[in-house]
């Protein structure tokens, strides 16, 4: 063999360990939004109102629709939706983590509502999304979220086993 040949034979080797799944611990992912964006994509918090709160404690009101926010500036007027950051530049300011100045009617944040939602068991999850924001949730995409939350939970239940299943 050459090294040509040695070369090549050891790049297959390295590709195919990479492309191998891991074997071991059965650990199911948590399938609950992880994060702002994808826990706003789920259509849940559609209407709910927020607020960014600058740190000179200037406030823009808005409403989460779809995946980002109905701005209430006078330029806005709730006609357009803007991701965080640009939700963040209406309201005068820039950092690097709007989601830490995004405040719901009971004065906790977007993002630390996905961390209190993240660390919810299961078996408390569904109430605790309904009360978690302060303000009436969307109920059609609530209903969506959950069935497909459940359906996914008992496909993993199913591959991974019920004991063994650590959501």
């Known amino acids: 063999m050459n090294a040509s040949q040695a070369g090549k034979q050891k790049i297959q080797i390295v590709a195919k360990t990479k492309s191998e799944p891991k074997q071991g611990r059965k650990e199911a992912p948590n399938s609950f939004p992880s994060n ?3 826990l706003i994509a789920t259509g ?3 209407g709910v109102p927020v607020k960014y709160v ?12 779809g995946s980002g926010y109905l701005c209430g500036c006078q330029t806005c ?3 357009k939706a803007l ?9 005068g300011c820039k950092t690097k983590h ?24 299961e078996t408390l999850l569904f109430d605790a999304i309904q009360t978690v924001t302060g303000s009436p949730i969307n109920q059609k995409a609530f209903r969506i979220w959950k069935e497909s939350f459940q359906a996914a939970t008992r496909e993993l239940q199913r591959i991974y086993g019920k004991e063994e ?3």
């Open 83 to 91: 991701n965080a950051y640009e939700f963040e530049r209406h309201a």
């Open 98 to 121: 709007p989601n830490n100045h995004i405040y719901f009617e009971n004065g906790k944040t977007i993002y630390q509502i996905v961390q209190e939602l993240r660390s919810t068991s």
């Open 36 to 38: 702002v964006r994808s």
């Open 165 to 167: 299943l650590n959501i």
């Open 77 to 79: 007027n709730y006609s």
């Open 54 to 65: 600058a740190l000179s404690r200037e406030e823009l009101r808005g409403i989460i629709k």
């Open 44 to 46: 849940m918090l559609d």
